[in-house]
């Protein structure tokens, strides 16, 4: 099966720094690549995904990058503040609805 | 619309007794999963159903069933409840694929078994 490894599992930054979260996936037949983020005491919610034949994709503060040879995707957020601060999860996907999950990553912004 | 709902939030079981896990959705989504959360291991996968009457087994099924009788439910049963399955449980929905992507969870079940 899939298997997703996800770095750092910690991640502290100033405010208005950005920062970058990375994973690594094992399935090349994945063509998925969602990113949640889970606030204390919530459900995951989606913040972006991209599919594999597309590179890169930006929303607002956040992008996501995606190397299909290297099977690795990351994370950026730009300018953070500090309600970015949560636990994000990356992972991978060949059919939609069966993710693999990475093991989280805990993010801080300082004021 | 009330979206993903789980029933209860929090409960407390004793190794060997038996329960089940209420997830409902009101989005007329196909997909429904049920993943567990533990610290430093991400989401598991447990069960899944693609829709009414179809379910299969994700990446960590051993203890837990499923059945879909309505596109609406998707409880989970716990047989024989072990101190391995304290965990946190979300339920997830997501529509068919041509519509969108996204999983939608719900707010998370906290099972201690002792």
């Known amino acids: 099966g899939e298997n997703v490894e996800q770095h750092p599992s910690t991640l502290s930054v100033q405010e208005g720094d950005s920062a970058v979260i990375k994973c690594t996936y094992s399935?090349?037949?994945?063509?998925?690549f969602p990113w949640y983020k889970q606030e204390l005491g919530k459900g995951p919610q989606l913040i972006i995904d991209i599919r594999s034949n597309v590179g890169e994709k930006k929303d607002q503060r956040i992008a996501v990058t995606l190397n299909k040879t290297a099977k690795h995707f990351s994370l950026h957020i730009t300018e953070t503040q500090p309600e970015d601060s949560a636990v994000y999860f990356c992972?991978?996907?060949?059919?939609?609805?069966?993710?693999?999950f990475g093991a989280g990553t805990t993010v801080t912004v300082r004021a | 619309n009330a979206g993903v709902t789980q029933t209860p939030k929090f409960q407390v079981l004793k190794t060997g007794q038996s329960m089940t896990l209420q997830c409902a959705q009101d989005?007329?989504?196909?997909?429904m999963s049920w993943y567990r959360q533990d610290p430093g291991m991400g989401l598991r996968l447990i069960h899944y159903?693609?829709?009414?009457?179809?379910?299969d087994q994700g990446e960590v099924p051993n203890g837990y069933n499923v059945s879909r009788s309505t596109t609406e439910d998707f409880p989970l049963r716990l047989l024989s409840a072990a101190p391995s399955q304290t965990s946190v449980y979300f339920c997830?929905?997501?529509?068919?694929?041509?519509?969108?992507?996204?999983?939608?969870f719900g707010p998370g079940t906290r099972l201690t078994v002792t």
């Open positions: 992972a991978a996907s060949f059919n939609d609805y069966k993710l693999s």
């Open positions: 997830a929905s997501s529509p068919r694929g041509e519509i969108s992507y996204e999983q939608y």
């Open positions: 989005m007329n989504h196909e997909y």
């Open positions: 399935d090349s037949a994945s063509n998925y």
């Open positions: 159903s693609v829709g009414a009457g179809i379910t």
